[in-house]
Nanobody, 125 residues
């Protein structure tokens, strides 16, 4: 079983910065992708930023130039540096990973999806 543990988040004033981190634990053959989603009250969960193993990063347009995703996939870790935060960034942020649990999974192209418990980010004066 793969578990994701998130840290960071909290309350910050508009224009401030916060950093989120997520570590995946368990028996993992290969992390294919790690990323962050968020869900604001009354809204659907949306992708914020994602990094693929050996590939590029991607961010939703609303955070480009403000949020930076980075990772150390050898240590099953992903970070999200959030700058110039706005009230509309307020949401619960969830870490997500897609992994191959075994070499067989990887060979077949199978992957499994895991989520963290979520961490609250509140941007308010």
């Amino acid at each position: 079983q793969v578990q994701l543990v998130e840290s960071g988040g909290g309350l910050v004033q508009p224009g401030g910065s916060l950093s989120l981190s997520c570590v995946a634990s368990g028996v993992i053959w290969r992390i294919n992708r790690m990323g962050w989603y968020r869900q604001a009250p009354g809204k659907q969960r949306e992708l914020v930023a994602v990094i693929t193993n050996g590939g590029p990063t991607s961010e939703v347009d609303s955070v480009k130039g403000r949020f930076v995703i980075s990772s150390d996939l050898a240590r099953n870790t992903v970070h999200l540096q959030m700058n110039s935060l706005k009230p509309e960034d307020t949401a619960v942020y969830y870490c997500n990973t897609k992994v191959a649990l075994t070499s067989g999974d990887y060979a077949r192209g199978d992957e499994y999806d895991y989520w963290g418990q979520g961490t609250q980010v509140t941007v308010s004066s």
